[in-house]
């Protein structure tokens, strides 16, 4: 579906794929690994050329790519998850044709690797990638919690209908998933970190409790 809107600077994007079919796209962690490590390098104007990176730099785990250097960057990254077989970003527009540019590079990157590791061919992803505009307050700020908590759905589906089972056991499975942007605004100092701008997106949470009693009041959340 094309879309009806063209990015600006400075506007705020909800940007998402699945694997074509609904197949699978991350089968190992690291197949995670990798597109995290993307994130960071494709978000520059420079080529990226991460098997030079990884023989020049004998021993660096792919997660510790996201240490290499980058100028120029594209876009600014407020959130991300993975799941198995689609992803969510939550961009802002930094430089002209920025969000197209990086999510070029980022797609092709990843199904080249994919495809040379899994031993096929054709597309990996269900055509080009889609886009929302987030031009309110409102939607931005829900677009945090959309975001993160869809991990919920691995281990409780219908969580949304038919209301949260174990709000607990939500929480900790959330706490346990690193394939997104939610231990990042818990307080969590790791090495993805440095993937987002913060800065670049209104100050919703100015701490993790604010973060924490966000993602709380959405678990209680139920469709009427």
């Given at each position: 579906?094309?879309?009806?809107?063209?990015?600006?600077?400075?506007?705020?994007?909800?940007?998402?794929n699945r694997?074509t079919?609904?197949?699978?796209?991350?089968t190992?962690?690291n197949?995670y690994?990798?597109f995290i490590?993307?994130?960071?390098?494709?978000?520059?104007?420079?080529?990226?050329?991460?098997?030079?990176i990884?023989?020049n730099?004998?021993?660096?785990?792919?997660?510790s790519?996201i240490?290499v250097?980058?100028?120029d960057?594209?876009?600014?990254?407020?959130?991300?998850?993975?799941?198995?077989n689609h992803f969510?970003?939550l961009?802002r527009?930094?430089?002209e044709?920025?969000?197209?540019?990086?999510?070029?590079k980022?797609?092709?990157?990843?199904?080249?690797y994919?495809?040379?590791?899994y031993e096929r061919?054709g597309?990996l992803?269900?055509?080009?990638f889609?886009?929302?505009h987030?031009?309110t307050?409102?939607?931005l700020k829900?677009?945090?919690?959309?975001?993160?908590?869809?991990?919920?759905k691995i281990?409780?589906?219908?969580?949304?209908?038919?209301?949260?089972?174990d709000?607990?056991v939500?929480k900790?499975y959330l706490?346990?998933y690193?394939?997104?942007s939610?231990?990042?605004y818990?307080?969590?100092?790791?090495?993805e970190?440095?993937?987002?701008?913060?800065?670049?997106?209104?100050?919703?949470f100015?701490?993790?409790k604010?973060?924490?009693?966000?993602?709380?009041?959405w678990l209680t959340f139920k469709v009427?």
């Open positions: 579906m094309q879309r009806k809107f063209e990015f600006s600077i400075g506007e705020y994007y909800h940007v998402y694997g079919d609904k197949r699978i796209i991350f190992s962690l197949d690994h990798r490590a993307l994130l960071h390098l494709c978000n520059s104007s420079e080529p990226v050329h991460i098997g030079n990884l023989q730099n004998q021993g660096l785990s792919l997660i790519l240490n250097g980058i100028s960057r594209l876009v600014h990254i407020g959130a991300y998850c993975l799941m198995p969510h970003l961009l527009e930094k430089q044709n920025g969000i197209s540019l990086f999510m070029k980022l797609l092709t990157a990843y199904s080249m994919f495809n040379k590791k061919s597309a992803f269900e055509g080009p889609k886009a929302t987030a031009d307050d409102v939607y829900y677009l945090f919690s959309y975001i993160h908590l869809n991990p919920v281990i409780d589906p219908n969580w949304k209908e038919d209301g949260i089972k709000r607990e939500a900790k706490t346990e690193a394939h997104s939610y231990l990042d818990m307080g969590t100092n790791r090495a970190g440095v993937i987002l701008n913060k800065g670049a997106f209104p100050e919703y100015t701490t993790a604010d973060f924490d009693d966000f993602v709380n009041d009427e």
